[in-house]
């Protein structure tokens, strides 16, 4: 399956961005699904994830109740929506698929990932 993410942009602090990750070559349907970001010089880290379902979600602390990720089976795309952006959210943002179907927060479990899409948050 192959993923790309977009919907990135220059926003202000305190702002809103919706990332979408659509993907081509297979259906999502069975795949977990997971937003992972990495800010200039630091290591990647782990934003958000949805199973397949759709009923398990896992957040991030310093993002929880700003940000939500969402799915939509008939268009075969996952959303990413950010709220109350501050500078720190800066980074490149990258959707990922599990095949097995959970919503897991390690990077090492996803078995596919998509180009980023850069966010620059200014304060």
């Known amino acids: 399956v192959q993923l790309q993410a977009s919907g990135g942009g220059l926003v202000q602090a305190g702002g809103s961005l919706r990332l979408s990750c659509v993907a081509s070559?297979?259906?999502?349907?069975?795949?977990?699904m997971g937003w992972f970001r990495q800010a200039p010089g630091k290591e990647r880290e782990f934003v958000s994830a949805i199973d397949w379902s759709g009923e398990i979600m896992n957040y991030e602390d310093s993002v929880k109740g700003r940000f939500t990720t969402s799915r939509d089976r008939v268009k075969n795309m996952v959303f990413l929506q950010m709220n109350s952006l501050k500078p720190e959210g800066t980074a490149v943002y990258y959707c990922a698929a599990d095949q097995n179907g959970r919503a897991p927060i390690y990077g090492t479990l996803y078995d596919h990932w998509g180009q980023g899409t850069l966010v620059t948050v200014s304060s």
């Open positions: 070559g297979r259906t999502l349907s069975r795949y977990g």
